[in-house]
């Protein structure tokens, strides 16, 4: 019986600022329909925070390319940082 009177306790906790608690108002960021393309060009519908309604959003590593996932690790050169790394250290005799 006491774990009845318990549960009940945790039922009315729950429910006992329904409709007295309203949430507030201009903070909370808009929530809309964007279109995501993977990598492989397949793409689909999500609801989402970022951008603005019907923006497209590319990605570059997704489960289809990650190697977590596929178990082929290949370097992706993001704005030239490999080319910027393997210039600098060129002369330590680092092959790509």
Do not use: C
Not at 22 to 49: C, L, N, Q, W
Not at 80 to 94: D, E, M, R, T, V
């Amino acid at each position: 019986m006491a774990l009845a009177g318990r549960n009940a306790l945790r039922y009315k906790a729950a429910f006992a600022f329904q409709g007295t608690a309203a949430m507030k108002k201009d903070i909370h960021p808009e929530y809309h329909t964007i279109k995501v393309v993977m990598t492989d060009g397949s793409e689909f519908s999500t609801r989402s925070t970022w951008g603005k309604e019907g923006d497209v959003l590319r990605l570059d590593i997704d489960p289809k390319s990650h190697p977590a996932w596929t178990g082929v690790h290949r370097l992706v050169d993001s704005g030239g940082q490999l080319a910027k790394f393997n210039k600098k250290f060129k002369s330590f005799g680092i092959k790509n």
